[in-house]
């Protein structure tokens, strides 16, 4: 859990956000097993981050390769993997003045 | 003969009337670690949709969610609210083009990385960021080159696209009105099997003269959302995990921490 505490110094930055080492990015994890490379998470991704790669039983979902990829971990491809090969895994921080506060962990709706 | 089939129709209502009270009895009441009611379902289960089949939506169907947006909470009942709907391709085309020949311009100006004015584009991302932080978020502002390189559209292909419009003049927070507004219709569309996607981005047409006077987009109105509407292709609809965020809950004379 992060500190829940933006700095003086801290709001005072903005941030450039191709720096990995300053800022992360959503990121999904794959499932390379269950993944049948369908491509529909690559087609609705809003990050454009998904691409499908490989022929016949080794087409599978990959996540691009950029050090800030645009992924903002919305899981909108997890919603529409019906495999449940892919889900966001680090949901993003872009630290300084857009410092993310009072964040908990990824969790599925709860019934209470 | 006519009386028997009276009788039927009778016993048919009834048996529908029996069924609707057997599915809204999960409605409007609550046992604990019961299942999703249906609205529950809706909320939870709702995703932007990005990828539209080509199908037009009928129009009575628009109508009805337009509807759900009509009856929204409104601070101080001002209904700050004016919609307009764009059923015609060639003018969603048009509008699609126009904001990615914008993007492409804003990408020019503030993307440092590809932009060929380098460090000039940094300084000015640095500067607009604290003009305007967050329409320069990270996420919007990585949206611009992603829609200026054609890699994330404006509408994502919707054959539908309600505009909302903002009356300035409206009680209070008009802002909020709109975004409840909108949310109700959404909503409204999800339960009725169709697809939307709130499109912010349509912030870009205020720097068009043309587009401000064709969707009336002048004053006291300023064009605050969008909403895609379309058919989804395949079922993009889903639950799926979120972040928890951290809730102060204030009981007996103290504060604790739930999530
Ligand atoms: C006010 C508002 C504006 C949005 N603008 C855009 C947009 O311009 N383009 C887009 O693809 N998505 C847009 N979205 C959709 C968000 O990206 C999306 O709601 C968010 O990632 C959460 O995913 P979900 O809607 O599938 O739960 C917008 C959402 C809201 C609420
Ligand atoms: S939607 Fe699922 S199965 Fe299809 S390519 Fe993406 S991760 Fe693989
Ligand atoms: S979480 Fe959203 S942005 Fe990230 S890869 Fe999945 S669909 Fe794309």
Known sequence: MEMAFLSLKERMTIPTYDDPERCTSGRVAIDHERCNGCGNCALICPGACLYVAGVGKDKKAYMIDKPVPDCMSCNDCMAICKRGAIRADVTYDFGGFYKVLHRGELCPPRNF | ?259
């Open chain 2, 1 to 259: 003969m006519t009386e028997t089939m009276d009788k039927e129709i009778d016993v048919q209502d009834e048996d529908e009337a029996q069924e609707q009270k057997r599915k809204l009895g999960e409605m409007y009441a609550w046992q604990e670690g019961m299942s999703w009611n249906p609205v529950e379902r809706v909320i939870l289960e709702r995703r932007s949709v990005r990828k539209y089949k080509d199908r037009q939506v009928p129009e009575k169907l628009v109508r009805r969610v337009l509807e759900a947006g009509r009856f929204a909470p409104s601070a101080g009942n001002s209904q700050p609210w004016r919609f307009v709907v764009v059923r015609d391709r060639e003018m969603i085309e048009e509008m699609e083009k126009y904001v990615r020949l914008r993007c492409r311009v804003l990408k020019f100006l503030l993307n440092w990385q590809e932009s060929p004015l380098g460090r000039l584009a940094w300084l000015n991302s640095q500067v607009s960021a604290r003009l305007i932080p967050n329409l320069m978020h990270p996420i919007p502002f990585g949206a611009i080159s992603l829609i200026a390189d054609g890699k994330l559209k404006l509408f994502h292909g919707a054959p539908t696209v309600i505009l909302i419009l903002m009356d300035r003049r409206g009680a209070a927070k008009p802002a909020v009105d709109v975004g409840i507004c909108g949310q109700n219709m959404v909503l409204a569309a999800h339960s009725l099997g169709l697809g939307t996607c709130w499109v912010g981005f349509v912030e870009v047409f205020k720097f068009g003269t043309k587009w401000k006077k064709k969707l009336g987009i002048e004053w006291p109105y300023r064009l605050v959302e969008g909403i895609a509407l379309g058919y989804p292709v395949g079922k993009p609809d889903g639950m799926i995990e979120r972040e928890l965020r951290e809730i102060d809950w204030w009981e007996d004379g103290r504060k604790r921490i739930v999530f």
